[in-house]
C-alpha cells in the first residue's frame, strides 16, 4: 500500500510538491546535484519518503554539450521523470523565466549565500527559456537569433545595437568587453561598416 502527501518536512525546511529541489548526484561531490521539479511524494512499501521528481537538464547535460550563448545558470525544463529517495536531497532551488532572473540576480549578486526564500540561497537560482527532450535530443521553443553569427543571445554577457541596421551584436562578435559596451554612445557593426566602406 502506498500514500501519497502534499509535503514533507526535512532538517526544518518544508518542502512542497511543485517546489524544486536539488538532489545530491554523487557522495564524494564529484557530480554536480541534480535539479528536478517535485511532483509527487509517497511513502512506499518499505516505508522510505520516494520522491517522484521531473529533473532540469544543465546545458553539460544535454546532448550537444554548453554553447556560446547557454548562460551560467541556465537550465531546461524536460520530459524525464525519476525516483529518488528523501535522504539525497539537499536543498530547494528557485527556477525562473529569464526577466524574473534578471530582477532578482541583479539585487543579490553581491551575496550569493544569501537566502532568496525559505530553504533557497542566492547561488541556487537558475532561469528556464527552454525546454529539452530527451529523446530527441531537441530544444523548444527556438530561440531568437541576432549578428552576423546568426547565434541566440548569452543571457549573461551584453550585446550592442548597431545604429545603422539595428542588428544586436554580441560583445565578443564585436570584439567588445561589457565595459566596453557601457562606454559607446554609438555603434556601427563592421558589416555596415564595410557597405559603406564600398560605397563610398
Ligand atoms: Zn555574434
Ligand atoms: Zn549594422
Redesign the pocket.
Request: with cysteine; net charge positive; aromatic share 10%.
Given at each position: 500500500m502506498t500514500a501519497s502527501y502534499g509535503s514533507f518536512e526535512l532538517q526544518g525546511v518544508r518542502f512542497f510538491v511543485g517546489d524544486v529541489l536539488v538532489a545530491r548526484a554523487s557522495d564524494d561531490g564529484s557530480t554536480l546535484p541534480y535539479l528536478g521539479k517535485l511532483v509527487a511524494i509517497e511513502l512506499d512499501e518499505t516505508g522510505s519518503v520516494a520522491l517522484d521528481m521531473r529533473w532540469y537538464y544543465r546545458p553539460e547535460e544535454t546532448q550537444e554539450g554548453r554553447q556560446f550563448h547557454h548562460g551560467k545558470k541556465e537550465v531546461f525544463s524536460s520530459n524525464h521523470y525519476d525516483r529518488v529517495y528523501v535522504e539525497s536531497i539537499e536543498c530547494k532551488a528557485l527556477v525562473l523565466g529569464l526577466d524574473h532572473y534578471h530582477e532578482l540576480h541583479q539585487r543579490l549578486a553581491a551575496h550569493s549565500r544569501e537566502l532568496v526564500q525559505e530553504g533557497v540561497s542566492a547561488d541556487h537560482v537558475y532561469f528556464c527559456r527552454q525546454h529539452y527532450r530527451t529523446d530527441t535530443n531537441t530544444f523548444a521553443p527556438a530561440l531568437d537569433v541576432?549578428?552576423?553569427?546568426?547565434?541566440p543571445c548569452n543571457p549573461d554577457k551584453l550585446m550592442i545595437a548597431c545604429d545603422a541596421c539595428d542588428d544586436w551584436?554580441?560583445g565578443?562578435?564585436?570584439g567588445l568587453d561589457d565595459k566596453g559596451i557601457a562606454a559607446l554612445d554609438n555603434y556601427v557593426c563592421d558589416a555596415c561598416k564595410s557597405k559603406k566602406a564600398n560605397a563610398s
Open positions: 541576432y549578428c552576423s553569427c546568426k547565434r551584436i554580441h565578443e562578435c564585436a
